[in-house]
């Protein structure tokens, strides 16, 4: 061994594994389809409420997923660790919109992708995810079923209403019924036969009709 094996770092020595231009080219592609991938997540939102951190999140798994497969591919003993710490990791946030994991797994792929080199399989593969998600996600329809929440008086008006329903909504079907002494409180999965909600208007104005709340029913109904 020389005086200067000695001193020769391995930490120093993997300075130059990667080259700049790569590590900016790259970080640079990452951001840029992480925004696209933000601005599709905006535009695709239907939930109850949107979270811009979640966005600013995307962003980042694209960079983040980037930055780890460049240092992965540019060391062999190296990807192993990383294996083994990212292992023990563990993500408790739940995801309320199932569109949202699609995100998710979109950012973390386009980070990979990237730091593989495959620049246009990135690029052009977000695009078509991006136009896909444009065209289904706001696709919206008259069919998509509704929750009507009926408070009646009695029996009589609760048959009155259920019946004006039946006439109105080409699917009608009862979720719950709750009795109470001088109320009855009805759920009611309806399917509109148009977009026209003008009925809820006249239903809340009939006898022993207390109240009438149309919801739009997201499939997760709590009952």
Known sequence: MSFQDIFKSSFLSNIASISILDMVLSMALAFAIG???????KK?????MYSSSFGVTLVALTMISTLVI???TSNVVLSLGMVGALSIVRFRTAIKEPLDIAFLFWSIAVGIVLA???IPLAVFGSVVIGIILLVFAN???HVNPYIMVLHCNNHDSEVMATEFLKKQASRFAVKSKTVQKGLIELNIEVRLKDENTDFVNILSEMNGINSAVLVNYNGDYMG
């Open 116 to 118: 593989a080199g495959m």
């Open 35 to 41: 925004m696209f991938i933000f601005l599709i997540y």
């Open 139 to 141: 696709k919206k329809s």
């Open 44 to 48: 695709t939102f239907s939930g109850v």
């Open 70 to 72: 460049l240092a992965v």
